[in-house]
């Protein structure tokens, strides 16, 4: 009896620190999510009035985050205002070790891996994020003015923001006091590099519209009914911000290469030739590479496939009252029959940056359609088909 008793009350407790827990970092996750694109347009324009309220925003939600204090101690360092408070509480949470970490980290090839496993320890900041860069480029900027003397603990902090060197924790000694606030000149050649930087963000977190065109074949096989054919489709693509690509669309495949099949109509097989396939579905990618140039992204696709049978009728309907007591006069429509099967494919493809958000990108795919599934196909069709496209992103 004990022993439930005690289960019960550990599952009671485990209970009352998980889900607040659960609730905290989601709360957290999206604060930062909905403030890194203000913080960094209000930092790249040093626009520093209007950085406090969002990071107090961030504090509410996350408490004291390595970011918010490292942006914090910026902000005092260019006002020519104390730092050394914050100095202070930067070093003695450790976040100096977790920035020379957050760097180590950013330098991988897999650096978008690495984050989308543990977004917790890096406090659901993206690696490589342009806040990084507009950081880095002020601490520079600060360290080369002549029109800041700066202590020897914001030497060494600066050292650190702008990366120049991987710094174990410094003893801070005491602050000047504050001199005439004056903003540092930031370096031209540094400057566009940040404003590249910022382009390339942006031009990422835009969604693609990417026409395709290319070959559709099956893999193999012997007397197939379809042979390789033309394939053009267009499609919608989520933002290249994030490691998960989404997909959707349509592509139409132009049957001119195939052989007749039998399809079961009214209860009479009929001899039937396809003018087009179609396929509408989509598909989620992980970017496995990724330096904005070249992209890498494996492609998993789901869908449905549909096989024109040439064969439709008109439907008719009369004229009628609805439920309200309206009239509402018949009509005809056409009715098109086709087989209908799932569409299930792997690809492959690889993308190369034009200018801008604009890529051209080829895609190798292997896909499965059972055409079986539908009940009124009479003929055996072939399952298996490979596809090579050449397509844009604009």
Not at 152 to 174: C, G, H, M, P
Not at 276 to 304: A, E, M, Q, R, W
Not at 308 to 320: A, K, L, R
Request: hydrophobic residues 35%; proline residues 3%; contains cysteine.
């Amino acid at each position: 009896m004990n022993r439930y008793l005690l289960l019960t009350l550990y599952s009671i407790i485990s209970f009352v620190y998980i889900v607040p827990s659960s609730f905290a970092q989601e709360k957290c996750e999206a604060t930062l999510k909905n403030s890194l694109e203000p913080l960094t347009i209000a930092l790249n324009g040093n626009q520093y009035e209007t950085l406090m309220p969002l990071l107090a925003d961030i504090e509410r939600s996350c408490g004291p985050t390595e970011l918010s204090l490292r942006i914090q101690i910026l902000k005092l360092i260019i006002a020519k205002e104390s730092s050394s408070h914050a100095i202070n509480k930067y070093l003695e949470m450790h976040f100096d070790e977790q920035l020379i970490k957050r760097f180590q980290d950013a330098e991988r090839e897999d650096y978008a891996y690495q984050y989308e496993s543990n977004k917790v320890q890096y406090n659901y900041f993206p690696l490589r994020h342009p806040i990084d860069l507009l950081i880095k480029t002020r601490a520079k900027a600060l360290l080369l003015s002549q029109s800041y003397k700066l202590s020897d603990s914001e030497i060494d902090i600066l050292n650190l923001f702008s990366n120049e060197e991987l710094l174990k924790k410094q003893v801070v000694e005491s602050i000047a006091p504050p001199l005439i606030k004056e903003e540092p000149v930031i370096q031209e050649e540094e400057q566009a590099e940040t404003e590249l930087e910022l382009e390339e963000y942006y031009n990422k977190s835009k969604l693609g519209f990417l026409p395709y065109i290319g070959i559709y074949g099956p893999l193999g096989g012997k007397n197939t009914t379809f042979g390789t054919n033309m394939s053009l489709g267009f499609t919608v693509m989520s933002s290249l911000k994030k490691s998960f690509i989404f997909e959707g669309g349509f592509k139409v495949r132009i049957n001119s290469n195939d052989r007749n099949f039998d399809y079961n109509y009214d209860n009479q097989t009929e001899s039937v030739n396809a003018n087009f396939s179609l396929f509408f579905g989509g598909s989620v990618g992980y970017k496995i590479y990724d330096n904005t140039k070249f992209i890498i992204i494996p492609k998993l696709n789901l869908g449905i496939d549909m096989i024109d049978t040439g064969i439709s009728e008109d439907v008719y309907t009369d004229d009628y009252y609805d439920g309200y007591g309206d009239y509402n006069y018949g009509g005809s429509s056409k009715k098109l029959y086709t087989v209908n099967t799932m569409h299930l494919g792997l690809s492959l493809a690889t993308m190369r940056q034009l200018k801008g958000k604009n890529y051209i990108g080829l895609e190798a795919g292997y896909h499965y359609t059972p055409y079986q599934w539908d009940s009124k196909l009479m003929s055996a069709i072939y399952n298996h088909y490979g596809s090579l496209e050449l397509f844009f992103r604009f």
